[in-house]
Structure formats: C-alpha cells, structure tokens
C-alpha cells in the first residue's frame, strides 16, 4: 500500500536536544563533555537516561529538579527547547513531503510544553500531538494505536519517522506502519549500528532524503 501520512518523533528527530543538555550540564555543576560522554555510555549498556544524571547527582528526581529551576529560573528555556533547536533540514523535509499530497503529523514524547513550543514555529505539518496530553507514551502500543488515529488512514499506510529502535521502529512495525530509522543524535548513530536496525523500512542520515525515499518506494 502507498504511504499516505508520515509520522516524526520530536527529540533528535525533528529538534537538536544540544542545548537543552549543555544548560542540564551547567545545573548539575559538570563539565558538558563530561556529561555527555556519561549519557553515552548509560544509553550503551541500555539503561535509562537520567541514570547519568543520578551518576552526577545521587537522588536526582526529574520532576522536582524542573520544579526548582523553573522557580529559579522562569523567564529561561531550561529544559525546553525553541525554534533555534530545530534540525536545519525539517522544514525543507516537512515541506516537500506536504507538496507530495502527504499527512504530515507530529507526535512524539514530550510533555505539553512541547506542543506550544512546536505549534509556535509554524511548521509545515497538519497535526502536533504530545504524549502528555495523549495521556500515553512511546513505546506502549496505545500511543501507535492514536497516532493511526489521528493519521486518519489504514497502519499500513502510515510511516513513522524516529530516531531510536526501541521507542520508534519496533512499535511502530508492530502496529502495521511502516518505519525510518533517523540516524543522528547519541541514539540514532547507536541503534543504527545494532542488527534490529533492519527491522526499519529504510536507515536514514538526514530528512533530507525521505521525499526522495518515498517517491520510489512509497
């Protein structure tokens, strides 16, 4: 079946997280090389991410770690991110892909905030939804099961854009769309590498390459 929609994750798919973790680095009082060779290494042995923030901060609790700062800090982007964080090839991407007759959705795991922060730079995409206020989060099939909802046609139809295996191509695939693995952000480059990464309908370096992707195979 032809795609008809296309589905993007948000971090590292559609927004450079850079900033976001270097101002994380500067809170916790670590050096930000230092702190992003610990995300690495964390995200390698497949434990989750705020394992390394708890590496730097014993006790560290996310939710009251944002609370202070944002009481510290409420005129600054903290933990957010703004149109400045967008990948230099999404709107081009996103763009092309409408030109092509297609749905473009996005809906990935972010909290409220991030639809806002979405809505307001005025992105070439028909529908932004976040898992916050779905209600459910990647990768429990419930949020699969929304976003064909939203996309308005058959799974099947449907081709979800991400740059992680776990959270992206593998629910995704098991929900009957298909799926393109984003190679780039600490994620991206390491699922890439990993065999289940030929589960993906297609291994991608930029967005830059999915119009043309899709025009002969989709």
Not at 37 to 63: C, H, I, N, S
Not at 71 to 76: G, M, T, W, Y
Not at 91 to 108: D, E, N, T, W, Y
């Amino acid at each position: 079946m032809a795609i008809r929609s296309v589905v993007f994750d948000v971090g590292e798919t559609l927004v450079n997280e850079d900033r976001i973790f270097e101002r994380w680095a500067d809170r916790l009082g670590v050096p930000r090389l230092a702190f992003f060779g610990l995300m690495g290494a964390v995200l390698a042995e497949g434990r989750q991410l705020t394992e390394a923030f708890r590496l730097v901060k014993p006790g560290f609790d996310l939710g009251s770690e944002c609370a202070a700062w944002k009481a510290e800090e409420p005129e600054s982007l903290r933990e957010n991110f703004d149109a400045d964080d967008l990948y230099p090839d999404v709107r081009p991407a996103l763009g092309a892909l409408r030109g092509m007759g297609l749905g473009v959705v996005i809906a990935g795991n972010q909290p409220s905030s991030a639809a806002a922060a979405l809505a307001a730079m005025d992105l070439p995409a028909d529908q932004i939804h976040v898992s916050d206020d779905w209600g459910v989060a990647k990768p429990d099939p419930a949020f699969f099961a929304r976003v064909g909802e939203v996309a308005g046609c058959p799974p099947a139809e449907i081709l979800y854009v991400g740059d992680r295996l776990d959270n992206d191509v593998l629910p995704a695939k098991a929900a009957g769309m298909r799926a393109a693995l984003l190679r780039r952000g600490m994620l991206g480059y390491l699922h890439a590498g990993r065999a289940e990464a030929a589960r993906a309908d297609v291994v991608l370096d930029g967005l830059d390459q999915l119009p043309g992707w899709i025009a002969e195979h989709g």
